[in-house]
């Protein structure tokens, strides 16, 4: 992947928007999510991060976000599932991400076995960023709020 045109050590002060949409699209989609590459936790997340995200029973910290990369990565192998930004806007401190992802299972996911069958969902993404790192995030499932697994409609999905 190119390297963005910055150093996170040298970030002393707030980022522009466009260098914050620059860091969100380089090192929290692409190196995260994408690549499952977890060195970059320390680069894009705050320590006092907070995910307000309606369909999760519990609360979500950076301390979390291995585990939940890891459990993607798992059920949805390198090559078999893809974040996309559909949108990115960004003014201030705020990031705006119209996401969609699409991948085929390949192993157990939020207690469906797995089935070999494509997932496809969408999610609405609010990023706060301090310093260039994300501090605060609101995340919408596009769909019913009820639960995530209801929500994106993976036991529908994924089951035969």
Known sequence: MAQPAFEATSIIGNLTPEENKARFRHYYID???NAGNLEVVDEILHDDVYYHQPSFEAETRKADMPAI????HKAFPS???TFKIEELVA????????????GEQKDEFCG???????LRFNVLGFYR????????CRKH?????VD???????REQLSA
């Open 31 to 33: 190196e995260l999510w």
């Open 69 to 72: 990369i890891e459990s993607f």
């Open 79 to 81: 090559g078999a599932f």
């Open 91 to 102: 003014e201030d401190d705020l990031v705006f991400a119209f996401l969609s992802f699409v």
């Open 112 to 118: 469906v076995p797995s089935s070999g069958k494509t």
């Open 129 to 136: 960023f301090a310093q260039g790192k994300i501090v605060e």
């Open 141 to 145: 499932n596009v769909g019913q709020n």
């Open 148 to 154: 995530f697994v209801t929500a994106m409609g993976i």
